[in-house]
């Protein structure tokens, strides 16, 4: 599906962000338009969109987001105290993931999809260090559409500054090493109207034996 792999072709690279106790690495363009959008549109008709809600001290909140959860039949997920079972993966996103694959020479078996509606949908800061990730989880994240800021801070020293990467559409973000034990990540809401924006983070969900 993606044809910018080939020898002949200024073929960007995923670019290492240099950063303390972190392995991230970025590129644009992983997507060009018009295919970026043809994605976009095509994820935004064919997902059963649904707001989930967390539960913070005993309260139960609705997340600023839409999301939904494809992956192999067993990698089931828990998260703020509920098991989630996978969607089965579709032609769309099957394809999509083959590309990232083969872009990071690593293999996954869940996708989690966000719908960042508008500026008022974000994703607080957090790291994606759950158990059944692994002890040094890697994460592949693509953006579609509106480009949104993701900001990383280290989880324990204050004296590293923080990390912005506008995450732009048809971009490719992995995450990798020590990120999510020791940096925590967000996309903050934004005050200036916003178009809609579709992230895909590609992960490996151990399976117990
Ligand atoms: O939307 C993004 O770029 C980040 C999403 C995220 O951090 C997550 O789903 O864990
Ligand atoms: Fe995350």
Redesign the pocket.
Known sequence: MNDSFSLFDDAPALEPIPMVDADVRFMHGFYRTPQSQALMQALLAETPWRQESIVLWEKEYLQP?L?AWYGDAGSVYAYSGKRFHPLPWTDTLLAIKHDVEAATSQRFNSV?L?L?RDEND??GW?S?AEQELGRLPV?A?L?LGET?T?RLRHRTRKDITPVSIE?TDGSL?LMAGETQRKWQ???TKERMPREA?I?L?FRTILVPA
């Open positions: 987001r999301s989690l966000n960042y974000g994703v957090h994606d994460i994240s953006s949104r993701f995450l973000l990540h967000t996309i924006r992230n983070t």
